[in-house]
């Protein structure tokens, strides 16, 4: 079956506000879910809206989130027989953009909002995948550089898939875009590049000093 | 009245896993506020959660949230008398926690959850204060060195505020702790760190040449 290149918008993924910044081409939201390195889960708790930060990877069309079988929304999760009602949203913060007034102030950002139902995965076979995914998400190839865990740390692991359907990207890039009578006021205007930098890496204490350093992480990029 | 250098924990605050993680101190809440560039904020919409990026200032004990009145929390806000519930988090990500098991990857962090009922800021004197302060969290000294808002673009801004009576903080520090019987195994462990790290300032391209970048970008810190 031919894969559409596109999501189709819904209303819950119109934005109210700035929609020609909304994408809904897979490529630019697969390609910023898999540059950040965290996402932000929405449910609803008891009482009232939580939001939680976590890593997650994605597979396909399928975004996964995990954690611990006693973490709050595997709980949640658990007790959802028809699935978990979620918002996963993700971002990347690319620059500030300074304009001459406040309001038009701005940021150059990438961001996704995943909404859906989730499911808790039951399948070991899915699980295990999905944790791969996991652990490469954070560095890719660290999954066959480290040891997959055993059957009680897999028992003691919830993980959530949330299919990519209702998703939609907003992309703001560029400069600021001040009204013209402001043009001639005296402040500097433009844009602050930011991008997440790694650092060197620090071994261990109780690693063996001749362990070298993997080249996933000496040479460590997030795009 | 003196001020409580700790926030209560509430049965919303306390989280189920890792609770020694778990800070309660106003310095270090606010210290990650301050420093978190962007928050997400989730609440309750129509089709279930919502979780949106969007840009805080913290001034004292109140969290404040901005954007156009045709956005989607601002129209949620305005239709809620007694204040919209909302989680706000905020997440700085200091580093990839690298173990030798699958199930010992962490991530070094510092995460603050804020809950409660936002309310919409009617008073055109906090309004400012807080738009202000909004302008100086993207950059300090940044709203006395732009133009404030006129009356018609003060109009078309809403502000939410949320009182950080329940809120707390998770913080991730230190190296990876991995089982005794996993040591010899031959993987490297330890940590990447991980900033977010400002570039060379990029003038907007209608920008006078002989315009100096101010101090405050020249030698940009968030923390």
Redesign the interface.
């Known amino acids: 079956m031919e894969r559409q290149l596109m999501y189709a918008p819904t209303?819950?993924t119109v934005?109210?506000?700035y929609r020609e910044r909304a994408r809904y081409d897979r490529a630019t939201v697969h390609g910023i879910l898999d540059e950040a390195?965290?996402c932000?889960?929405?449910?609803?708790?008891d009482?009232?809206?939580?939001?939680?930060?976590t890593?997650h990877a994605r597979v396909d069309e399928t975004l996964y989130l995990h954690?611990?079988t006693?973490?709050?929304p595997m709980?949640a999760a658990a007790g959802a027989p028809d699935g978990l009602?979620?918002?996963?949203?993700a971002?990347l913060?690319d620059?500030?953009v300074?304009?001459?007034?406040?309001?038009h102030?701005s940021?150059e950002?990438r961001?996704v909002?995943a909404?859906g139902s989730a499911r808790l995965v039951r399948d070991d076979d899915e699980k295990l995948r999905a944790?791969?995914a996991v652990?490469d998400h954070?560095?890719r190839g660290?999954?066959t550089?480290?040891?997959?865990?055993n059957a009680r740390?897999l028992a003691a692991?919830a993980v959530l898939a949330l299919d990519l359907l209702e998703v939609s990207a907003k992309v703001r890039t560029g400069?600021?875009v001040?009204d013209e009578e402001?043009?001639t006021?005296?402040?500097?205007?433009?844009?602050?590049?930011?991008?997440?930098?790694?650092?060197?890496?620090?071994?261990?204490?109780?690693?063996d000093p001749a362990?070298?350093?993997?080249p996933y992480?000496a040479e460590?990029r997030r795009a």
């Not at 009482?47 to 930060?53: D, N």
């Not at 362990?211 to 993997?214: A, K």
């Open positions: 209303a819950r934005p109210t506000r390195l965290v932000h889960v929405g449910f609803g708790g009482g009232g809206p939580v939001v939680l930060p890593i954690g611990s006693g973490s709050h709980i009602p979620v918002c996963v949203t971002t913060v620059g500030l300074l304009a001459r007034s406040w309001m102030h940021m950002f961001s909002v909404v944790l791969a652990v954070v560095a660290r999954s550089d480290s040891r997959p865990p740390e692991t400069g600021p001040d402001d043009l006021l005296p402040h500097w205007a433009g844009v602050l590049p930011l991008t997440l930098q790694p650092g060197l890496p620090v071994a261990a204490t109780d690693l362990t070298p350093v993997p992480l460590y």
